[in-house]
Structures are given as C-alpha cells and as structure tokens.
C-alpha cells in the first residue's frame, strides 16, 4: 500500500514551490530578497533605510517594492536572548534528536526552557567515536513573537525565524568561498550597525558564532565627535571619505581596535579548545564598506582579511531585478541566507 501510495503521490502533477523571500531587519536598514526556487537567482532585491524605529512602515515599503503575493517570507533575530551551543552527542537521527534534546534544556541554555523557542541541526553525523555534532539554537519567546507581530501589523505574515548567524551559515554554506582541504577554518565577521557577529566555519559548517556590540554607529559617533560635526555628516564622511578618509580612520581607531581584542580572543579560544587554526577572515555587513577597513583588521590580527561578495556565485533576473545591488552586496548575507 505504502508503495502503491508513493507511486501515485509521484505521478500527481505539484504546484510549483512558491518562492521564497528573505528579509533582514538590522538596526540600521532592512535588506530583502527574494530568490526563485532552486535559490541561486535573485527575483527582486530591496534595502530600506530604517528611520529612527519605524520597522512596520519601512516593511509594508519593501512589501510593495518586491511586490509581496505568496511568496514565503522568513526572517532572523539577533543579540541578547538568542544563543547557540554546539554539542556533541550520541549519533541518532534528526527525529529522535528532536524528541531528546528538549529534555536537557536547562544544561544547554541559561533560560527557563519555558521561556524560549528552540531548534536543532546535525551539522557533523558521523562525528568521532560514534558522535555526532549538533547545532542547538534558542530564542527568547518574546523576541520571536515581537517579530511576528511587527509582520502581522505590516499585514504580512512570517513562515519562519531563525538567528542571524544561522541564516549567515547558510549564506556562508551555498555563497562562500570553495572549501579546501586545508583542515584549517575560516571566519566571517559581520560588522552591521549596531553590533557585530563573528563566526567560525570548519568546511563551511558553523562552529561558533558570537555577537560583539560594537557597530558602523558606533564609528559614525566618533566621527561626529573628533572631526566636530553632526550625525548625519559623519555618516557622509564615512560613507565618501574623499581627502579625510586618514582622519576618518584615525577617529575610528577606539572601536575598531575594542572589535580587534574581542576577535582576537574569540580566536584563541577556539584555537585552544577546538585545536583548529583560522586561517583566513571575511568582512560582511555594511560596516565592512567603510575604505581601508580590511587592511586595519588585517595588520592587526596577522592574517589574510577579504570582503566578501555573497552575491558573486548568484544571478540576477534580467527582467525583474534592479542592477544596482553590487554596492550593497556585502549587506545581503542574512537576508541571501534566510532566502537559501
Ligand atoms: N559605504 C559605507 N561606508 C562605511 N560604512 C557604511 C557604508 N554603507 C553603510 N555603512 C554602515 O553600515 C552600517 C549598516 O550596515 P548593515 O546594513 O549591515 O547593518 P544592520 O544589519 O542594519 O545592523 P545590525 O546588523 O547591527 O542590526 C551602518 O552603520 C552604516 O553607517
Ligand atoms: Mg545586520
């Protein structure tokens, strides 16, 4: 029966997947994407300045601008309440992962297990001594259902969340660069407004993700601060440096070096419990757009620092999608993996 009935489920014509459409809500701008299925064309694109808090307007903007119908809509949050935890346990399937890990909540996440949202992946099944590693993730409740209340005003409605770094994993995974059997790890650091999130890839496969709270706003201040003027100018400057771009970097020096130490130690630490070199740093996020950045990171840590392009190994859709991503590409990380 079970055979007859997978026969005819086969023959039966399916709808075509719907597409799926990322959306990135920084603290700074909202990034969407939405990509055909199969994922490796983006449809349409958009990114949103997020003026003082106003998120739901700037949403129901991006909603009109990539001409929301049913297409699946899923998103990430980030920051304090939400954590990750790498573990390794007794090989099992994902189905009987899923029944075991919620009963040892408590040894995995500081929260009350009643208060969180959680989920699972096996990243390494046949780990060493019959082990296998997984990915354990957990959310705030109230972070999540202050998401999907934000997309219920805005008269849309989300299929699914998942943490920033996940959905940069994801990125990382499909668009990052080709793994090499160098058994050495690479790490990504997303420098976004507001904070930073470093993350540490061993064969493309996420080992460790944390968020530093020092971000392109905070840059934005000290410009405005030492170079004496405004917000809004600082941020001129720093987006067009033109002949101050020495002064620029000058003014950002406090917290580009407090991202430096925090990075530095995040990568002793993982050399020494892990016993796996870094080899090589990738700069996503808008924060990385700031000129001469990589060589300031790349002096100080010792180690080779490249910008990454999540959208070089992706095709834009001829007829329907706006050229001009390119100088936002380093932006699209989150949204380009929460569309994967
Ligand atoms: N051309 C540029 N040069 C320097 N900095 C830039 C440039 N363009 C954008 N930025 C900075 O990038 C930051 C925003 O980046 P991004 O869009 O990745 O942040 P976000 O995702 O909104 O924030 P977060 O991830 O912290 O929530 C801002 O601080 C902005 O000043
Ligand atoms: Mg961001």
Redesign the pocket.
């Known amino acids: 029966m079970d055979q007859y009935l997978g026969l005819v489920n086969r023959l039966i014509p399916k709808p075509p997947a719907p597409a799926v459409i990322g959306i990135?809500i920084?603290?700074?701008?909202i990034?969407a994407v939405e990509l055909a299925s199969g994922g490796l064309e983006i449809r349409r694109w958009a990114i949103e300045p997020l003026n003082g808090n106003d998120a739901k307007e700037a949403l129901k903007r991006i909603a009109e601008r990539l001409q929301f119908t049913n297409q699946l809509l899923f998103s990430a949050v980030f920051g304090k309440g939400t954590l990750i935890r790498y573990v390794d346990l007794p090989r099992m399937s994902l189905d009987e992962l899923r029944k075991a890990y919620v009963f040892d909540l408590d040894k995995y996440f500081p929260f009350d297990p009643k208060s969180i949202y959680t989920d699972c992946s096996i990243l390494d099944p046949e780990g060493k001594d019959k082990k296998m590693m997984v990915l354990l993730a957990a959310v705030k409740r109230e972070i999540v259902d202050d998401r999907l209340k934000l997309f219920k005003e805005a008269g849309l409605e989300l299929s699914g969340a998942t943490i920033n770094s996940i959905a940069t994993a994801n990125a990382f995974n499909r668009l990052g660069p080709p793994v090499t059997a160098s058994g050495k790890a690479k790490a990504v650091l997303?420098i976004?407004?507001?904070?930073s999130c470093l993350m540490i890839f061993k064969d493309a496969s996420p080992r460790f993700a944390r968020d530093i709270f020092v971000?392109?706003?905070e840059l934005?201040k000290k410009i405005a601060n030492m170079m004496g003027v405004d917000t809004a100018q600082a941020?001129t400057l720093?987006?067009q440096p033109g002949d101050k771009l020495g002064q620029i970097i000058e003014a950002c020096d406090m917290p580009i070096n407090n991202l430096i130490t925090e990075i530095r130690l995040s990568l002793d630490y993982f050399v020494t419990e892990k016993n796996i070199q870094v080899d090589e740093l990738f700069l996503s996020?808008?924060?990385c757009?700031?000129k001469g950045i990589e060589s300031v990171f790349e002096k100080n840590l010792n180690l080779p620092v490249k910008i990454w392009n999540p959208i070089s190994k992706v095709r834009l859709n001829a007829k329907t999608a706006d050229k001009n991503i390119e100088s936002y590409a380093s932006?699209f990380g989150v949204a380009l993996g929460l569309g994967l």
Request: net charge neutral.
């Open positions: 990135d920084g603290t700074s701008s990034k997303d976004g407004g507001s904070a971000g392109g706003q934005t941020e720093k987006r996020g808008g924060g757009l700031l932006q």
